[in-house]
């Protein structure tokens, strides 16, 4: 269980690299990819974990997120990034280097947190197991990240990365939370989750034909 | 009494397949998109009904269909009172789109081509909003509540231009931004239940959550705590809870008109309901939470008329004081007293009504005067006659006159207010009720009443029946709850009753006929 328990902590520090990558890299092409990454990385938290509990339906989950995540909802970033024809994006609300800063910080502080307190959030007021626990940790920095995200960039496409990562926390969380639950709400779930990033990126492309850009700040006509 | 029976199910079915239904009719024979629309919208207002009528008919009834299933649906008085709700203003929006989305069209807000998309739409829309007020399931709950979201969007943005792109856009990130933590809420609510000690409750059943919410949150407090704050904010922001409305006023106010009356009239109910369903049992059980709740719709109350006052757009106007009455409705939840439970509820069904209607009349004024800017459009009463008239009945039943039904409901939740003692509370509603009888009077005056304004729109004329007739409808309905309280009785005690095993025990029931 350590030897697994290691690998696990080894994935999570993985994805969170990757998903601060998703988040601060200003060429939404590279940002796209290293959503991509992220996701096979949650692939590979899943399995791991899946195979350390003997879980069939993590199992399932982890093949479920694997299409849904790593392939079609990166495939539809990638597309509309393309079609779009926005390389970099407009610059956020937060230069690069205080935002590195404070999205470490954040992360770092976060995993520390909820590792060292899961018991507030045990549901059964009991301490949480090992891989549990450090998957929770996981999930909870992917969702500040995530917020972070989406709270700080201008741009419309890389805030729907924000979503997705804020996404990937709380379905991550799921493992830890919910291991027993029936397979069927899941399907519905990735599916609405796809549903609503492809629909969003269709109304940015709208946005782009109508503002010329995918930068927020422009949307203005709606004040007040 | 809970009894098995297969009534909810054809309420759900009937507009989730005749979306595509009327879709694949549209792409057919355009023409025919809107006509089937309506009749499949009928269809489920009779379904709506027929479940209304069996479960007001027989105090305490609970029907149940497929509770094994996760596609199980349960209806009681609460859901009863929401299917009225959904059905009755689904159709009315649907019979007015038949003449309201050509005149768009023409107007040169959307494309001819997404006629059937748009009513197919308008059809799923409806019935994500029945399934969201009938099922039993939390992930289902949430699945349907992130559904209406999705449906509603390209509604929302239908007329594709910058306004409606940048609307749209904002609605659909804030709402799944939100909806994300519901989810988020939704799995530890399940994961709280589901490692019960014994057992015996089923983590997905919403009913049986709520049924043991004294004993979840005692067993694991922090986590019912988190997850009642999840909760909180995440279908907080589908009901329109500040600070978390941002999306709301350009949503509701850029959205075709008929759109714009289900949104305001019913899907922040829907939000509502959700709320109900998931935090209202741990109200009691969640230090702090109740205060919260109450405080935070009162600002959204104060804050909604105060933007609504500076408004030159009639429908920004209106989606502001949506913004405010909303904070009625959460005020009363938040209370979590029977008196205020009963009053909340009641105002939903007042807001819901009177809403829609004053929505209608925006969409009318646009149609057939050409504009909704309220400095430069004036006297169009010489022109628009009935639609003059049903605006005001509109207007004075939100801002509380006596004798339409919005007095009767703002007037509960003051009582109930000044009940718990929370005089800050009582206050604002009370002043945002003024505030609002004055707003929406000092528009209805400006805009039908005094000398017709500038030239180019002396051309202006009255709408067609089929827009009236559901504004006149609506217009009935205000007025028959306002002078005959005893429907509201009929209509909402029931909801009431079906949540009463929500709140602390002391209760005891309400019915207007006999207030305190």
Known sequence: MEHSVEFVSNLALAMMVTSLAAVELRSLRLAAYAYLAQALLMVSILLAVALATHSEWLLVWAVVALITKAGLISWLLLTYIRRAGVTREAAPYVDFAPSLLVASVLMIGFYKLTHAQALFLSPAAAPIVEPYRTNLAVAFT?????????????????????????????????????PAMPEMPIIGLVTEVFISVWMLLHVISGVQREFGSTDTAELRTLRG | ????????????????????????????????????AAVVAGLTFAACVWNAALILGVRGLVLVAAPQSFLGLRVDGLSALLLLLVGLLGLLATLFSLRSLPAMIRRGHGRPDRVPMYYGLLVLFIGTMVWACTTDNIIILWIAVEATTLSSAFLVAFAWDKRATEAGFKYLLLLTVGITFALFGCVLLYSVTAAHPGGQINPMSISEIAANAGLLASVSPSAVIAATIL?????????????????????????????????????????????????????????GLSTALIGLSAVGMIWGIAACAVQDDLKRLLAYSSLSQI?????????????????????????????????????????????????????LRAHMPIT??????????????????????????FMAAAQQGLWVAMIAAVVTGLLTLVVLVRTATNLFLGRPGQKQYAHAQEVPALMWGAMAVLA???????????????????????????????GGSVTLVNLP
């Open chain 2, 388 to 413: 003059s008239m049903v605006f005001f009945v509109g207007a004075l039943a939100l801002g509380g006159m006596p004798g339409l039904n919005g007095f009767l409901s703002k007037l509960t939740i």
């Open chain 2, 476 to 506: 009935l309905l205000c007025a028959l709850i306002g002078v005959y309280p005893p429907v509201a009785d009929a209509l909402v005690g029931p909801a009431a009753e079906a949540i009463a095993s929500y709140l602390p025990a002391d």
């Open chain 1, 142 to 178: 992917l969702f500040a990240l995530g917020l972070y995200g989406i709270i700080t960039r201008r741009d419309a496409i890389k805030a729907v990365i924000g979503l997705c990562l804020l996404e990937n926390g709380v379905h991550l969380s799921l493992v830890s939370l919910a």
């Open chain 2, 231 to 287: 909760l909180l904010v995440g279908f907080g922001t589908k009901a329109g809870l500040v600070p978390l409305h941002a999306w709301l006023p350009d949503a509701h106010s850029e959205a075709p008109a008929p759109v714009s009356v289900l949104l305001s009239g019913i899907v922040i109910k829907v939000g509502a309901y959700a709320m109900i369903r998931c935090t209202l049992p741990f109200m009691a059980h969640v230090p």
């Open chain 2, 1 to 36: 009494m809970t009894v098995h029976s297969l009534a909810p199910v054809p309420a759900v079915i009937v507009p989730v397949i005749g979306a595509a239904i009327v879709y694949f009719v549209g792409r057919w024979r355009r023409p025919l998109a809107g006509p089937v």
């Open chain 2, 327 to 379: 904070g009625y409705v959460l005020m009363g939840i938040g209370l979590a007293t029977p008196l205020g439970v009963f009053g909340g509820l009641f105002h939903m069904l007042n807001h819901a009504l009177a809403k829609g209607l004053l929505f209608f009349a925006a969409g009318s004024v646009e149609e057939g005067a050409g504009g909704r800017s309220l400095t430069r459009l004036s006297g």
